[in-house]
């Protein structure tokens, strides 16, 4: 199964890419997508779907842009967004997290897995929002970590497919900014959906951007 992805809106990669010369030297890292697949996973990618939060996330604006990025993805799948549950919808359930990265490399969580949980994050806090906090991580090397996961269920609640996405960036990149990374991680965790069971792999924010 796969999609065909829109190309970003012109001033949304017009302002990336003015963010992106303001801020040379600045450091983004890769995406890495990892994506499981039920083994009858009889429905995916068409019918009704709804969005829920299960963590809740204090910042409205972090709630917000993850919430219309992730819509966006399952929209251009064949999904059609409702706002409540019924009778054959399925359940898109969204959790994102931004974390300061210890030491020199990203801590990295247990993979996530079909019908496993889902880590908490701390999206919210000064943390969450990327803007007046010192990680000593510098403008040119990671210093926080953005995560989007999320696991579609069926109606009856069984898990059809789960994915999650990381992107590790310095505190001055654009693609800290919380418009610009729930839109880019979106992006990577739905590209070629469903993805290769169990794969993982890494997109640079460039692919990304490319994807037609």
């Given at each position: ?10 001033a ?9 010369g ?7 890292g890769?995406v890495?997508?990892?994506?499981f697949?039920a083994?009858?996973p ?11 939060f ?13 919430a219309?990025?992730?819509a966006?993805?399952?929209?251009t ?5 409702v706002?409540?549950?019924?009778p054959?919808?399925q359940?898109a359930?969204?959790?994102?997290s931004?974390?300061?990265?210890e030491g020199?490399?990203?801590r990295?969580?247990s ?17 969450g ?13 990671p ?7 999320v ?9 059809l497919?789960?994915?999650r996405a ?8 654009p693609?800290s ?7 880019t991680?979106?992006a990577?965790?739905f ?9 993982t792999?890494?997109?640079t924010v ?7």
């Open positions: 199964m796969s999609h065909a992805r829109r190309p970003l809106q012109l949304a990669a017009t302002a990336l890419a003015l963010g992106l303001a801020c040379a030297g600045t450091y983004t890769p890495e997508v990892t994506r697949i083994e009858n009889d429905g995916l990618g068409q019918g009704n779907i709804t969005l829920v299960p963590d809740q996330i204090s910042n409205e604006r972090v709630r917000s842009a993850f219309g990025a992730v966006e993805e399952l929209g799948l064949g999904y059609e967004l706002m409540t549950e019924g054959g919808t359940v359930s969204v959790r994102t931004r974390n300061p990265i020199a490399g990203v990295r969580r993979p996530v897995t079909v019908g496993g949980g889902a880590s908490t994050g701390t999206y919210g806090s000064g943390v929002l990327g803007i007046g906090i010192n990680l000593g991580g510098g403008e040119r090397g210093a926080v970590v953005t995560e989007l996961s696991r579609i269920s069926s109606a009856g609640g069984d898990t497919w789960e994915g990381e992107l590790p960036t310095s505190v001055k990149s693609y900014e919380v418009d610009a990374s729930a839109r991680l979106a990577a965790l590209r070629d959906f469903p993805g290769g069971n169990g794969e792999v890494q997109l460039d692919e990304i951007e490319r994807t037609p």
